[in-house]
């Protein structure tokens, strides 16, 4: 079995190749990057497209008991993502540097990169 950092994105990876997903497969791999507002989440998406990346916004109401000054604003509260989908090998390192090149892309305008996930098929995403 492949041996990865002890961090998030080796969690996910040994929980990919623990449910027999060939690990030297390209999978598609959903990138997430935080922003602040839409017109961050806007721009952010811009400069991913202008890297050569598939972006796109998209926006959560968030819970619909979600208390202003009460509930965190970062768990249960509106937000804006970006998403970027890529066709990979799921390789640590590559996946680092992809979150790397994506913080880069989105700290000019308040956002950064907030993990990533994969679509199994009939299953949640992990």
């Given at each position: 079995m492949t041996r990865y950092p002890d961090d998030a994105d080796r969690a996910v990876l040994a929980d990919l190749a623990a449910r027999g997903v060939d690990m030297s497969e390209s999978l598609l791999i959903e990138f997430h990057v935080a922003a602040p507002d839409d017109t961050s989440a806007r721009n952010i998406a811009n400069a991913m497209l202008q890297a050569g990346y598939d972006a796109h916004v998209e926006y959560d109401e968030g819970e619909p008991d979600y208390e202003p000054g009460f509930d965190?604003?970062?768990e249960f509260g509106p937000s804006w993502t970006v998403y970027a989908d890529i066709r990979m090998i799921p390789a640590y390192t590559e996946i680092i540097r992809?979150?790397?090149n994506f913080d880069l892309l989105a700290r000019p305008f308040g956002g950064k990169s907030d993990g990533w996930g994969v679509?199994?098929?009939g299953d949640n995403q992990s």
């Open positions: 965190d604003p970062n992809i979150q790397y679509l199994l098929e």
